[in-house]
């Protein structure tokens, strides 16, 4: 998942293990002397407490004190990020409203015929955080790795949570279900935050998401942590296969 940073005419935005900023579209560069003159405002299109608002978060604390001005964080999630970044898109384009973006912003672009906003409403600013996806598991499933994940789908019905029709998590799910003839119903939520419960006392089955929010709960013993999506073994994990290890291409 990749976090990207937008500016309205100016937005913040992030995606599938990036995250952007951008900002909404009018130029800075008659104010850039001055800029930022008073607080800015980004807006998280997900839940608090999401890898995308953890990220943005842990950025923009450190943006405010290198710049001596407030940054306000506003959560708006709903639509697959599309009613936060909406919100962007109509804002003052003066260089002050941001929206951080996943690869869903791209995504909503092809599932939807009209969104309430169009490209040319942000300027894109900058790449913030590059994280992979990991296959996390209920307790429930008499499983212990991918292979045995996929094996046991084939033959009973499993579920898989995602942060919203269209994110990451449910292209990937959607795609590994259908590549090994899993029979898997996708569940959306508003965010990754609200999965966790759910994930822990098996009322969903699978999940795909960063590292930061399940991860604690695979350590603690309370989900499981199958496979990481990536080329290569997280260096942060360095223990947990990549799904290429477990048999996936």
């Known amino acids: 998942m990749a976090l990207h940073h937008f500016g309205r005419r100016t ?3 992030a ?3 990036f995250t952007s900023l951008a900002f909404s579209g009018a130029s800075l560069a008659q104010d850039a002397a001055d800029w930022p003159t008073k607080p800015i405002k980004v807006t998280v299109p997900y839940t608090p407490g999401g890898s995308t608002d953890i990220v943005s978060r842990t950025v923009f604390e450190a943006v405010s004190k290198r710049l001596g001005q407030p940054v ?3 959560n708006k999630p709903g639509a697959n990020s599309t ?3 909406a919100q962007t898109a109509r804002a003052p384009a003066d260089g002050y409203n941001f929206v951080s973006m996943l690869a869903a912003y791209t995504v909503n672009m092809s599932l939807y015929k009209k969104l309430p906003y169009k490209a040319s409403d942000f300027v894109a600013v ?11 598991s209920s307790n429930k499933l008499p499983v212990k790795n991918a292979r045995e994940l ?3 789908g084939k033959t009973n ?4 949570a995602s942060s919203g029709t269209g ?3 449910h292209m990937i799910g959607a795609r590994w279900a259908q590549e090994n003839g899993l029979n898997a119903q996708h569940v959306p939520y508003n965010g990754s935050a609200p999965i966790l419960a759910d994930l822990m006392s098996g009322q969903v089955d699978m999940l795909f998401d960063p590292a930061l929010v399940p991860m604690p709960h695979a350590k603690n013993g309370k989900i499981k942590v199958l496979a990481v999506a990536s080329k290569q073994r997280w260096p942060g994990e360095p223990d947990i296969p990549t799904m290429e290890e477990s048999g996936f291409p």
């Open 11 to 13: 937005a913040l935005a």
């Open 15 to 17: 995606a599938l293990a």
């Open 72 to 74: 306000v964080i506003a």
């Open 83 to 85: 009613i936060g970044v």
């Open 126 to 136: 900058s790449h913030v955080a590059d994280l992979p996806m990991f296959l996390f």
């Open 150 to 152: 996929a094996e046991y």
């Open 157 to 160: 019905p499993l579920n898989y």
């Open 167 to 169: 994110a990451s998590a």
